[in-house]
Nanobody, 116 residues
Framework: QVQLVESGGGLVQPGGSLKLSCAAS????????MRWYRQAPGKERELVAG????????SYADSVKGRFTISRDNAKNTVYLQMNSLEPEDTAVYYC?????????WGQGTQVTVSS
Protein backbone atom coordinates (compact mmCIF):
# COMPACT_ATOMS: atom_id res chain seq x y z
CA GLN A 1 0.00 0.00 0.00
CA VAL A 2 1.45 3.34 -1.07
CA GLN A 3 1.69 5.95 1.67
CA LEU A 4 3.09 9.46 1.84
CA VAL A 5 2.86 10.94 5.32
CA GLU A 6 3.72 14.59 5.82
CA SER A 7 4.69 16.07 9.17
CA GLY A 8 6.31 19.17 10.61
CA GLY A 9 3.67 21.78 9.87
CA GLY A 10 2.40 24.24 12.42
CA LEU A 11 2.08 27.88 13.42
CA VAL A 12 5.15 30.08 13.05
CA GLN A 13 5.78 33.80 13.20
CA PRO A 14 6.88 35.74 10.13
CA GLY A 15 10.60 35.33 9.62
CA GLY A 16 10.59 31.95 11.32
CA SER A 17 11.49 28.50 10.03
CA LEU A 18 9.89 25.10 9.71
CA LYS A 19 11.10 21.80 8.31
CA LEU A 20 8.55 19.53 6.69
CA SER A 21 9.09 15.81 6.29
CA CYS A 22 7.38 13.30 4.04
CA ALA A 23 7.85 9.63 4.85
CA ALA A 24 7.19 7.29 1.93
CA SER A 25 6.35 3.60 1.83
CA UNK A 26 4.86 1.05 -0.53
CA UNK A 27 6.88 1.97 -3.63
CA UNK A 28 10.49 2.20 -4.79
CA UNK A 29 11.19 5.63 -3.34
CA UNK A 30 14.66 6.05 -4.83
CA UNK A 31 13.33 5.77 -8.38
CA UNK A 32 10.76 8.57 -8.05
CA UNK A 33 11.10 12.29 -8.45
CA MET A 34 9.55 14.03 -5.47
CA ARG A 35 7.75 17.34 -5.21
CA TRP A 36 6.22 19.62 -2.63
CA TYR A 37 3.05 21.47 -3.55
CA ARG A 38 0.96 23.88 -1.53
CA GLN A 39 -2.60 25.13 -1.62
CA ALA A 40 -3.79 28.27 0.10
CA PRO A 41 -7.49 28.89 0.81
CA GLY A 42 -9.30 29.92 -2.35
CA LYS A 43 -6.26 29.32 -4.54
CA GLU A 44 -5.11 26.59 -6.87
CA ARG A 45 -2.52 24.08 -5.82
CA GLU A 46 0.96 25.26 -6.83
CA LEU A 47 4.29 23.53 -7.22
CA VAL A 48 6.79 24.71 -4.61
CA ALA A 49 9.88 22.54 -5.15
CA GLY A 50 11.03 19.36 -6.83
CA UNK A 51 13.96 16.98 -6.54
CA UNK A 52 15.19 14.22 -8.81
CA UNK A 53 15.27 10.58 -7.77
CA UNK A 54 18.96 10.66 -6.81
CA UNK A 55 18.72 14.13 -5.32
CA UNK A 56 21.16 15.68 -7.76
CA UNK A 57 18.68 18.07 -9.36
CA UNK A 58 16.35 20.51 -7.60
CA SER A 59 13.98 23.21 -8.74
CA TYR A 60 11.94 25.89 -6.99
CA ALA A 61 9.08 28.25 -7.57
CA ASP A 62 10.29 31.83 -7.91
CA SER A 63 8.32 32.78 -4.80
CA VAL A 64 10.42 30.51 -2.55
CA LYS A 65 13.87 30.58 -4.18
CA GLY A 66 16.55 31.40 -1.67
CA ARG A 67 14.24 30.66 1.26
CA PHE A 68 13.21 27.00 0.84
CA THR A 69 15.41 23.95 0.34
CA ILE A 70 14.23 20.54 -0.77
CA SER A 71 16.28 17.47 0.06
CA ARG A 72 15.86 13.72 0.34
CA ASP A 73 17.32 10.77 2.20
CA ASN A 74 16.80 7.67 0.10
CA ALA A 75 18.04 5.45 2.94
CA LYS A 76 15.14 6.72 5.05
CA ASN A 77 12.59 7.00 2.22
CA THR A 78 12.00 10.59 3.24
CA VAL A 79 11.89 13.93 1.49
CA TYR A 80 12.22 17.23 3.33
CA LEU A 81 11.37 20.86 2.81
CA GLN A 82 13.35 23.33 4.89
CA MET A 83 11.49 26.64 4.96
CA ASN A 84 13.24 29.77 6.19
CA SER A 85 12.25 33.43 6.31
CA LEU A 86 8.62 32.43 6.24
CA GLU A 87 6.05 35.00 5.16
CA PRO A 88 2.28 35.17 5.73
CA GLU A 89 1.91 34.40 2.01
CA ASP A 90 3.45 30.98 2.65
CA THR A 91 0.39 29.98 4.67
CA ALA A 92 -1.10 26.90 3.00
CA VAL A 93 -1.56 23.17 3.21
CA TYR A 94 1.66 21.57 1.98
CA TYR A 95 1.46 18.28 0.06
CA CYS A 96 4.11 15.74 -0.79
CA UNK A 97 3.96 14.17 -4.27
CA UNK A 98 5.73 11.24 -5.89
CA UNK A 99 5.53 10.88 -9.64
CA UNK A 100 6.95 8.40 -12.16
CA UNK A 101 5.38 7.63 -15.53
CA UNK A 102 1.69 6.94 -14.89
CA UNK A 103 2.11 6.71 -11.12
CA UNK A 104 1.15 9.81 -9.18
CA UNK A 105 0.96 9.56 -5.39
CA TRP A 106 -0.09 12.22 -2.88
CA GLY A 107 0.06 12.67 0.85
CA GLN A 108 -2.74 14.03 3.00
CA GLY A 109 -1.06 17.39 3.56
CA THR A 110 0.21 19.34 6.53
CA GLN A 111 -0.94 22.83 7.50
CA VAL A 112 1.58 25.65 7.67
CA THR A 113 0.36 28.94 9.13
CA VAL A 114 2.58 32.00 9.22
CA SER A 115 1.13 34.64 11.49
CA SER A 116 2.07 36.94 14.33
Amino acid sequence: QVQLVESGGGLVQPGGSLKLSCAASGFTFNSYGMRWYRQAPGKERELVAGISSAGSLTSYADSVKGRFTISRDNAKNTVYLQMNSLEPEDTAVYYCNARKLANDFWGQGTQVTVSS
